[in-house]
Structures are given as C-alpha cells and as structure tokens.
C-alpha cells in the first residue's frame, strides 16, 4: 500500500512542478547555473511568485496545524489515479515538446527516484506539499544532475583517455578554437580555406558536450586528416579544460572576451578569462596562440598567457594586432578590405559585409600567412569565394525588408558593433527585433542600459520577450514596442509597405515572428 501511495504521489509531485522544472533544465542544457542565471530576469522570477506557488505555500503552512485524515485504501487509489489524470492531461502539451534523449531519460528517472524516496520515507501531506513547490523540484533536479555526473564521468575520462590515445598515434595537427564570441565564424572561415588544400575534419554543429565530442572523434579515422578543428563552449569553470586534455591545441584562437555568461563565471571577469580562453592552454607546452587583440580584457589577457612561460608563440590580430586591417569599401553586398602586418599590405574582396566577420576572417589569414599554408594571392581568390551558410549573420532580401539575421548573437559586445554598423547602412525606416541577453547576471541593467543607448538612433525597436521590457520602455518611451504575435508585428509593417525597410534580429526570438516575415508579402 505504501510503496503505490508513493508512486501516485510522486507522480502528482511531477505533474505540478516537476515537469516544469524538467523542461527548464533540458533548454538550459542541463546546467544548474544557466537556470540560476534566469532568476535575474522577471521571468525566472515568475516561476516562484505566482498564484499557484502561493497556494501550495498556503496549504503547506496549513497542513503543518492539520491532522492528517486517512481515508480508506481504495478511495486513496480512486482519488491518486483521478487526480494523477487530471494533472496529466493538463500537462499534456509539456510531454508533446519534450524529446526524451538517454540522458534526459536516465535524468529522470533519477529524479522521480529522490523524490519516491523521500516521499516514501516521510509519508505525511506537509512533506508532499513542499517536495510539490517549484523551488523544491529546482534543487532536487540539480541533485539529480550532481548523482548523473557522478555515475557517468569515470566512462567519460576512459573515452577521454582512449581518444588521448588514438591522438598520439597520428600526425593531425590540433585547432581549437575558444573564446565568448565569433567562435563558430572564426571555424567556418578556417575549415572553408583549409579544406582547399588539405584534408580537414570538424565537428559538426551542435556537437559540443564532453560526450559528443569524444564518441565523435572516436569514430573517426583520424590518419586520413591533415587538420582537425574544435570549437570548445565553456559553462563552467574547468569545462574546456577537461576536453583539452584530450584535445591538446598546436593551434589556439582565442577570439575575444566579453561578459556573455558572465553569472555563470560567478561574476568576475577574470574567471570569464580563464574560462573562456586560458584553460584551453594549459596542456599546451608548445604550439602558436592566435589571439584576438580587439576587445576590452586584451591586455589582461595577453598577460595572463605570457605568465605559462612555455614554448608557445603569440601571434595577435585585429585592431593594432601583429595582423591589422582596414575596412576599405562596403555596402550590402560586398566588402574590401586591406590586411597589414609589418612587412605588406594585401587587399582583400570578399561577399563578407559585417565588420565583427571580417575580423574573423583576419584571424584565420593570420594563421594561414604565420604557417606559411597559403601564398597571398591564391588566398585573395579564395576570400573572394566565401560565403557562409544559413545560421551565421547574413542579409535576406524579402521585398522591401532588409533582413539582418543576427538571430545567433547572444553576446553584449556583439549586439553593440551589429548596431554600430547598422546605423551606417542606408535605410527610410530602421528597425531592431530584440529578445534580450541572458546569463549578464548584476551587470544585467548596466549593460542593458549601454544597448538602450545605441537603440535611440533607430525608428522602432521590437522586443519580443517582456525581460527587461518596462526597462527599454522607460528609456526608449514610444520607439519600444512589445510584440509576440506575428499578428502584432504585421500591424507595424503594413504601414511601411512602400519604402525600404532595414530590420535588424538579434537572440532568439518566437518562431511565429520568424515563420512571418518568411512569408511576409
């Protein structure tokens, strides 16, 4: 009797919160301090304050003065299946979006366990209600993401040994690639000119967990590749340095540092400094650093690296680096630019328009210029031919909207130059689609308050996401519109039919926007 009590219960626990919770974390990818981040945002906050967490808290604090009242075995078993099916059916669209992986699945199955357990052990309403809060299921998921860890990590450093291994037996010169912004650009760009000569290996997108990393390249056939490039995400502390471990750098990008996921470094930015860029050297004794010298914690950076005093040679780039440029010409189109380094200065054309992308591509010439991989001019032709494919910050002509789909761009240094260069193109109406920055933790309203600033040259800015909306609001008064229905957006655009429309999306934003002004006529 008492262990099917328990499983009903912890079934009606699941339904009210855990599912929510479960949900959250699976977005967050998994991680604890992602979800923590977004209790700085009002809707992080929403999942605590509401009517719902407010009633549970009510009966909760009622059940503690209460007698328990035991009712017969079977109406128990009635009433846990009646209710069990009530909340299921209420949940019913949560399960329809929720692909269940073998890591979530395992997830949560841990996760039912603890709270059966407790349940089972304690077996009164006061304990039920409080394992029911939100708050409650937040950190018993993140103990059932700690037990997780706990169980697979011996089997992810035997991968991480093997793949170790089967490094050492080839010649494949290693690249990663680090940094809190223009990583996947900067990767883009090298394995397009690399692959012109050599035999290249990459990993593909999303593939960026220890796991997927190692079982990936444990499949490959690593001889038959002259090159293999990484691109390595960091969400913690001590997370590039476990995979490099493994994977140690011949070649190391570091593309630049900014506050992007500055709560998740515990709010200092010399751990976003290491996190984001030294780890990835620290098994390094000898190779090159490519190292972007464009960006705010360039000097702090740069001495960090001289400190390691290995055989390690440091070539910078950008903005008054060893490998400078100057943007020449540019329109919506096309763009030239000349790359200069102490010795020659070499012009460039290229269908790469965004000033942010054009210093990437400074990067990957850098390097292929130092390794003397290429001779300039064949180089020229082959810039001249890039282009990058859908996901990256490209234009998209949709009759008289000028689409800059900036979609991707979750960094607060990045959103700052799109808006720089877009205040130069010429445009009868400028808009910008905003959904917000996540995970800037303390430094939320002061950065916010830089983008706000920007913002105040444009005609209208859309927000599609109500974080932060009353704070845009009061700054930007009638230029800041809220808009989540394309519905709503259509209202705006109707009106401007007839001239030639800019418009601007940075983060993710609701499908339904997107899905419109695809078909938008």
């Known amino acids: 009797m008492k262990i099917i009590e328990s499983l009903f219960l912890t079934g009606i626990i699941f339904l009210i919160n855990g599912i929510i919770v ?142 170790k291994n089967k490094i050492k037996k080839t010649n494949i010169k290693k690249i990663v690639i680090v940094g809190s912004y223009g990583k996947s650009t900067t990767k883009e760009f090298l394995v397009q000119l690399l692959k012109r000569k050599f035999r290249v290996l990459s990993l593909p997108p999303r593939i960026n967990h220890e796991y997927a990393i190692l079982k990936f390249l444990l499949k490959q056939d690593l001889e038959n590749f ?60 000898k190779g090159v650093i490519f190292l972007n010298s464009s960006h705010e914690y360039f000097n702090k950076l740069f001495e960090t690296i001289k400190k390691t005093k290995r055989e390690i040679k440091i070539v910078t780039y950008g903005k008054g680096g060893d490998y400078n440029y100057q943007i020449l010409t540019s329109d919506i189109s096309k763009a030239s630019f000349e790359l200069i380094t102490k010795d020659k200065k070499i012009e460039f054309q290229t269908k790469i328009i965004f000033p942010q992308q054009i210093e990437n591509l400074v990067g990957v010439l850098a390097f292929l210029l130092e390794e003397n991989l290429f001779d300039p001019n064949e180089l020229k032709n082959f810039v001249s031919e890039i282009e990058l494919p859908d996901g990256f910050l490209k234009l998209k002509v949709k009759n008289n909207l000028y689409i800059f789909d900036d979609s991707y761009n979750a960094n607060p240094k990045g959103v700052i130059e799109g808006m720089n260069f877009f205040e130069t193109l010429n445009f009868d109406f400028k808009i910008v689609i905003f959904n917000g920055l996540l995970e800037l933790g303390k430094e939320t309203k002061k950065i916010y308050s830089e983008i706000a600033k920007k913002m105040e040259v444009f005609d209208i800015i859309i927000f599609t996401s109500d974080n932060y909306y009353e704070f845009f609001k009061e700054k930007l008064k009638e230029k800041a519109i809220l808009v989540k229905k394309d519905e709503e957006l259509k209202k705006y655009l109707e009106g401007l039919k007839y001239k030639k429309i800019g418009i601007w999306i940075f983060n993710r934003f609701p499908e339904t926007v997107k899905d419109f002004l695809k078909t938008y006529d």
């Open 22 to 163: 479960f949900n959250y974390f699976r977005i967050k990818n998994w991680l604890f301090n992602r979800v923590l981040a977004d209790f700085y945002l009002p809707t992080g906050k929403r999942f605590i304050f509401n009517k719902k967490e407010f009633f549970l808290i009510f009966l909760l604090i009622l059940s503690i003065f209460l007698p328990t009242i035991h009712l017969p075995f079977p109406l128990t078993i009635i009433f846990l299946v009646s209710f069990n099916g009530f909340l299921f059916y209420k949940r019913l669209s949560f399960f329809k979006k929720i692909p269940i992986t073998p890591k979530a699945f395992l997830l949560l199955i841990i996760f039912l366990l603890i709270n059966f357990f407790i349940i089972f052990l304690s077996s009164n309403l006061t304990t039920f209600l409080f394992l029911s809060l939100f708050i409650s299921q937040l950190f018993l998921f993140g103990l059932a993401i700690l037990i997780f860890e706990i169980i697979v990590r011996p089997y992810l450093i035997f991968l991480r040994n093997l793949l």
């Open 226 to 285: 002259d090159f293999l490039v990484v691109e390595l995400g960091s969400y913690f502390l001590g997370n590039i340095k476990w995979t490099t471990k493994a994977i140690v750098p011949d070649y190391l990008f570091i593309t630049g540092i900014s506050k992007q996921h500055y709560f998740l470094f515990g709010e200092k930015i010399e751990n976003v400094i290491k996190a984001e860029g030294t780890e990835a050297l620290i098994y390094m004794e």
